[in-house]
């Protein structure tokens, strides 16, 4: 339980509120590892129960309320001046991810923190994005030419752009999976079903089902999981909205099976389940997907993983797991020769630094 | 249980596993096995309650695991176990716990508004000294901290939201390169711990907080005056009235987090300085700078 009180608390606001202190010094660490710590306010404070927390932790809540909610209007801000900047093109402004389901007003955007935000261009049009950003003030990152190439031969998305004087990120994409992945889900199938936003010219988001297989696919097929509990609970907050479409369901099954993203759809309805109690069809669950030896293995590794990311549960077991599913991301992002000579050239090279602030 | 209740073996056991540790309205559990920030927690802290439950930020001081942990050791400071800021020199391990200290109150304490100020008070008003460094506030704060001025904060004025009112974190004042001998000969009966040198910042000793300021820990302070120090060697004092307007855009210009708190924190800093008076202070000592604010106290 102990290991495991920031998912109960989610799970269970009531049980949450009246946790005593002790409690509350390890779940406010779990959740501020775990990058969930205002959405776990933001729970709190709708459920009107923000006042029965001890002062203490509460203290705790309140400043991540007001991070999330200066941080969402930040976020429209950056917003407006990248669709101003996209749409002088004569194209509608894709977003992606946290951005996206703040502009769509998605329960997803409660208390999510955000460190860049995420569009998606087609790819025909990405030479004359890039140089409109530029024109704009948003300047590449990663001068290093083995990163640049890195990019952008084999990445789905540009360098990180930088603003230079708002000092925001803005990561360009014209794929949600890199070009040398084993899978390769559609990038014009994604845009063409984009979906305008109600009162907001030129601006669209995925449609439901895309952004689900979207989130999916970037948590299980990325390289870095550090954020994977608060992807997992993004992904049962959309998957709780989103059901209450009436085709949700089949039409979601079915859209995975033409990007080709049956396995991340598989996983994510799998944990979503076992993590958040996700109300999902058991029916359903047989159709995305049969759970043989590898999946096996696969709920061992991160289960283990997403359960583990601060501190206070790790061990040997929680570090190899992640080692493990470091390398799967890798092979999955590329062939293995690729994959080699960049493992290769990445331990010669100095990398970047990571440390600094926290 | 305050600190001064542990011997030093008690005091160094607990560290090991993490004391914690109360400073104005935050607990902080620290964890280090650094002999000379045992001797500055004793020193520094004595007076400070001991808490046993809930810490607000878990912060650890320890050597790296390389050869630094040896060879001209360094420490390095965790919070809540990721590394953060460069190593140091392990002689600067309870400055490196004070800096420390401060970025947790400002990265993660955004329920307040805090400004980089000095906070001192008398007749239950106020004194707010925002400055950038190299102005002389830490200087005159500590001045004024022995001169008859209740010290709230030598780095951090918290404003509550709720209350309008400044809540002290009263934790022992820096003194960089030459203010620590003018404070040292102003204030014999200041207790110092020995002056750490070449640190990023010069040399760099702590004054602990009086004893006043612990004893009225949790009593907040009303708006009062906001003065702009600016220490100019050998220039007579000269006190100039600003606007209120100019006195909060002091206050928002060394401010941490005024932009995270959009409307709200600018009605709080609108009405809280409403009820300030603000300067600008020259002067070229510290006698002339404390008895400036003490007619400011006696005028009011």
């Not at chain 1, 990325?222 to 998957?239: I, P, T, W």
């Not at chain 2, 102003?186 to 612990?214: C, E, Y």
């Not at chain 2, 302070?221 to 006190?239: D, K, N, S, T, Y």
Request: glycine share 6%; aromatic share 8%; hydrophobic share 45%.
């Amino acid at each position: 339980m102990r290991q495991d009180l920031l998912r109960h608390a989610l799970n269970d606001i009531d049980l949450a509120v009246h946790l005593p202190l002790r409690d509350w010094d390890l779940l406010l660490r779990q959740a501020r590892s775990a990058d969930l710590l205002a959405r776990l306010a933001t729970l709190i404070e709708r459920a009107g129960k923000l006042a029965d927390v001890a002062p203490q932790p509460r203290a705790h809540l309140e400043s991540a309320l007001v991070l999330a909610e200066a941080q969402g209007t930040a976020v429209r801000r950056e917003v407006e001046h990248v669709r101003l900047a996209v749409n002088s093109l004569g194209i509608d402004l894709v977003l992606l991810k946290g951005g996206a389901y703040l502009m769509a007003g998605l329960p997803a955007s409660q208390g999510r923190l955000f460190s860049d935000l995420d569009i998606l261009v087609p790819q025909d049009r990405l030479a004359e994005v890039e140089a409109t950003l530029m024109l704009n003030g948003w300047a590449t990152t990663h001068h290093d030419p083995y990163d640049q190439r890195y990019y952008r031969r084999w990445m789905h998305e540009l360098p990180p752009m930088l603003h230079i004087r708002r000092m925001t990120v803005l990561d360009v994409h014209h794929a949600i999976v890199p070009a040398t992945a084993s899978l390769k889900p559609s990038s014009a199938a994604l845009l063409a079903a984009a979906r305008p936003l109600p009162d907001q010219l030129g601006l669209r988001v995925l449609a439901p089902a895309d952004m689900v297989l979207h989130s999916a696919t970037h948590l299980f097929y990325n390289e870095e999981f550090s954020h994977g509990l608060r992807d997992m609970s993004d992904l049962d907050l959309l998957l709780r909205h989103f059901m209450q479409e009436g085709d949700f369901w089949p039409g979601l099954i079915s859209r995975a099976h033409e990007l080709g993203l049956n396995r991340p759809l598989y996983y994510c309805l799998r944990y979503c389940k076992r993590l958040f109690a996700t109300p999902i069809p058991e029916s359903l669950l047989a159709e995305a997907g049969t759970h043989g030896t590898t999946a096996r293995l696969m709920d061992k590794l991160w289960l283990r993983v997403l359960g583990s990311l601060h501190p206070s549960a790790r061990d040997i077991g929680s570090a190899a797991a992640g080692q493990l599913l470091y390398l799967r991301a890798h092979w999955h992002r590329m062939p293995p020769w690729l994959l080699a000579y960049h493992l290769c050239m990445k331990s010669l090279r100095p990398g970047p630094r990571s440390e600094g602030t926290p | 249980m305050i600190v001064a209740d542990l011997s030093p073996g008690d005091l160094q056991a607990r560290l090991r596993t993490g004391l914690y540790l109360r400073t104005g309205p935050f607990v902080s559990c620290i964890t280090s096995s650094e002999p000379l920030l045992a001797e500055g927690i004793a020193l520094h802290y004595a007076e400070h309650a001991v808490e046993t439950e809930f810490a607000d930020f878990h912060v650890r001081i320890a050597r790296p695991r390389n050869l630094r942990r040896w060879y001209r050791p360094q420490v390095r400071f965790y919070f809540d176990d990721a590394p953060s800021f460069h190593p140091l020199p392990a002689d600067q391990a309870f400055p490196m716990l004070e800096w420390g200290l401060n970025w947790c109150v400002t990265n993660q304490a955004h329920r307040y508004l805090i400004i980089h100020a000095a906070v001192l008070q008398r007749q239950g008003k106020s004194l707010i000294l925002p400055a950038p460094p190299g102005s002389g506030k830490s200087t005159l704060c500590a001045g004024l901290a022995h001169s008859g001025w209740r010290l709230l904060s030598d780095e951090l004025a918290l404003i509550d939201p709720d209350t309008g009112r400044v809540v002290p974190v009263p934790r022992p004042v820096s003194l960089k390169n030459r203010s620590i001998e003018i404070l040292k000969a102003f204030a014999p009966q200041a207790v110092f711990n020995p002056t750490v040198s070449d640190t990023i910042k010069g040399d760099v000793a702590h004054m602990r907080a009086p004893p006043d300021a612990l004893l009225r820990a949790e009593e907040s302070a009303a708006p009062g005056w906001i003065v702009m120090p600016h220490f100019e060697a050998g220039a007579a004092p000269q006190l100039v009235e600003i606007t209120r307007a100019r006195g909060m855009m002091a206050l928002i210009e060394n401010a941490f987090n005024f932009d995270l708190h959009g409307r709200r924190g600018f009605d709080t800093l609108g009405d809280f300085v409403d009820q300030c008076r603000c300067y600008r202070y020259s002067y070229g000592s510290l006698a002339d700078a404390i008895d400036g604010c003490n007619r400011l106290a006696d005028a009011a």
